[in-house]
T-cell receptor, first 110, second 111 residues
Framework: GIQVEQSPPDLILQEGANSTLRCNFS?????LQWFHQNPWGQLINLFY???GTKQNGRLSATTVATERYSLLYISSSQTTDSGVYFCAVEQRGGSEKLVFGKGTKLTVNP | DADVTQTPRNRITKTGKRIMLECSQT?????MYWYRQDPGLGLQLIYY???????NKGEISDGYSVSRQAQAKFSLSLESAIPNQTALYFCATRLQGYGYTFGSGTRLTVV
């Protein structure tokens, strides 16, 4: 099945800093989503982005499907951005199911 | 009201007990999924359903069963709970070709 690798596994920032999270995947995908899991365990959908670039406030994401990677950009980070960021993909031609990476744990210090 | 509602939010149960986790959605999506998350890990797929009569096993279905009672309802059962089924359980829905929407999760502890 498809493999999803996220980097870095852990990231510590000072409030106001920018960061880039990376997701590499091993095969063509129909679907790619970025999620934020907050400290209470809730999964928040950030982007549905199988290709192209999207922006939502301080967050933006880019997926280069031909090169099998996606990037999540966080600008001017805030303490509320802390949590785990997951990339999840659905393999093209495979079963319709989302496969998750292991996540990037982000800690933003005041 | 949330689009995808999971009940209960938290549950503590004893080893050997039967327990059911429920999921309902108001999005009109045909596809529904149950995922499990262990501490510090990503989510793993337990079962998924494309419609009421189409139910499929995921990666880690052993020890679990499901019921799709209606398009809007998808329940997960643990027939005889064991401690290593302690985890955070998520229900998700989608329409084909669109993104997934997740519920708020059920935190299950088996003692």
């Amino acid at each position: 099945g498809i493999q999803v690798e996220q980097s870095p596994p852990d990231l510590i920032l000072q409030e106001g800093a920018n960061s880039t999270l990376r997701c590499n995947f091993s095969d063509s995908v129909n679907n790619l989503q970025w999620f934020h899991q907050n400290p209470w365990g809730q999964l928040i959908n950030l982007f549905y982005i199988p290709s192209g670039t999207k922006q939502n406030g301080r967050l933006s994401a880019t997926t280069v499907a031909t090169e099998r990677y996606s990037l999540l950009y966080i600008s001017s980070s805030q303490t509320t951005d802390s949590g785990v960021y997951f990339c999840a993909v659905e393999q093209r031609g495979g079963s319709e199911k989302l496969v998750f990476g292991k996540g990037t744990k982000l800690t933003v210090n005041p | 009201d949330a689009d995808v509602t999971q009940t209960p939010r938290n549950r503590i149960t004893k080893t050997g007990k039967r327990i059911m986790l429920e999921c309902s959605q108001t999005k009109g999506h045909d596809r529904m999924y149950w995922y499990r998350q262990d501490p510090g890990l990503g989510l793993q797929l337990i079962y998924y359903s494309f419609d009421v009569k189409d139910i499929n096993k995921g990666e880690i279905s052993d020890g679990y069963s499901v019921s799709r009672q209606a398009q809007a309802k998808f329940s997960l059962s643990l027939e005889s709970a064991i401690p290593n089924q302690t985890a955070l359980y998520f229900c998700a829905t989608r329409l084909q070709g669109y993104g997934y929407t997740f519920g708020s999760g059920t935190r299950l502890t088996v003692v």
